[in-house]
C-alpha cells in the first residue's frame, strides 16, 4: 500500500494532459478521501519553487529547496499517514 507510484502523462500542447490529471487527482479524493493532493506549476523552476512556497507555506531557500521541500512534506504532510499525490504541470 505505501509503495511509491509514478506516473508521467505526455504529449503535444493542448491534448488535455492537465485535464486528465486533474480528473484523476478528482477520482484518486473519491477514494481515498484521507490524502493530500499538490498541484504544482513546473514550468520551470521558479515557478515550482513558488508553488511549493505557497502550497507548504514557508520560503524556501533557492540553493537548497530541494532538500526542504523533502524535509516539509515528511515532517508536515506524512505524519499524518496520508497518501500523498503530487502533480507536476506544465514540465518541459
Known sequence: KNA???LVIHGIAGMGKSTLALQYAHEF???NPNHTSIWVNAENEDK???SFENILNIELNKTSYNQ???KKINSDLKK???D???IYD???
Do not use: M, W
Request: net charge negative; with cysteine; proline share 0%.
Open 48 to 50: 515550482i519553487i513558488n
Open 90 to 92: 506544465n514540465v518541459e
Open 4 to 6: 511509491e507510484r509514478f
Open 29 to 31: 479524493k473519491n477514494i
Open 84 to 86: 500523498l499525490l503530487i
Open 80 to 82: 499524518e499517514n496520508r
Open 68 to 70: 526542504e521541500i523533502c
